[in-house]
């Protein structure tokens, strides 16, 4: 299977602060344009269309891909550095486009997570290892509102040293099958650790029916993104995303 490769460009960025807004009972309201940009979101305005149509690119191969399921899709950096978390951020906003769609977008980076501050959540919220740690109990406690409408974020939670154990615990796919299972309109977005630093991309493309490899444009050898991509199954790998936004 020969990957298909897809270049998002980088979004324009807006100037002024940041625009979390968030209601009194804790749940946010659907952002601005200019505010979804501060966070590196796409949306449907003009300043950002190049962008959002290379992700609408993307969901659209995927969902061929998929056929008539939902699926579970990883969003694998080959190494630090190639703006993984922002390509798995943008496409679960892209699947979030589709009115008859909603999207989960689960930071499983243990050791560097950045989709809660990227998306305004509480940094000191629960995440996904205090769920599979047995800290928390409920699935609906550690999933959370990102001001795009049908787009929700479980944040990874407080910085692990080790996850892999914790990625191929039972707890974990019962987790993931729970999370699609309870609603079949929902898509799955896993942003994945570095290929090439540890093997908890490997462990993680178990879970997954689709991977998407992430490079850096300009910055990965071809021999890297052959190492990273001859980590998974080749049946399972949808293509590269070569992303200059680092």
């Given at each position: ?89 943008n496409l679960a906003a892209a699947f979030a486009f589709d009115e008859t769609k909603t999207a989960l977008l ?141």
């Amino acid at each position: 299977m020969n990957p298909r490769r897809d270049a998002p460009s980088d979004p324009g960025r807006a100037e002024g602060g940041s625009h979390s807004i968030t209601r009194t009972d804790g749940a946010q309201q659907p952002l601005t344009p200019r505010a979804l940009e501060e966070r590196k979101l796409i949306h449907r305005n003009d300043s950002v269309r190049a962008q959002a149509d290379a992700f609408r690119g993307l969901r659209t191969k995927l969902l061929a891909l998929g056929q008539d399921r939902n699926f579970v899709t990883l969003v694998a950096p080959a190494q630090p550095g190639c703006g993984g978390s922002f390509v798995a951020r943008n496409l679960a906003a892209a699947f979030a486009f589709d009115e008859t769609k909603t999207a989960l977008l689960v930071d499983c980076d243990s050791l560097h997570p950045a989709q809660h501050a990227a998306l305004g959540v509480n940094a000191a919220s629960v995440g996904m290892m205090d769920y599979l740690e047995g800290g928390v109990t409920d699935l609906s406690a550690i999933q959370y509102e990102t001001g795009l409408p049908r787009l929700r974020l479980i944040p990874s939670g407080s910085p692990r040293e080790t996850a892999g154990e914790s990625f191929s615990s039972t707890r974990m796919r019962m987790m993931i099958d729970s999370l699609r299972g309870t609603h079949p309109n929902r898509y799955l977005i896993l942003d994945s650790p570095p290929v090439l630093n540890s093997p908890d991309a490997r462990i993680l493309s178990e879970l997954a029916d689709l991977i998407v490899l992430v490079a850096g444009y300009g910055q990965v050898t071809v021999d890297s993104i052959d190492a990273a991509a001859a980590s998974f199954d080749p049946d399972k790998l949808a293509g590269v995303v070569f992303n200059t936004l680092y």
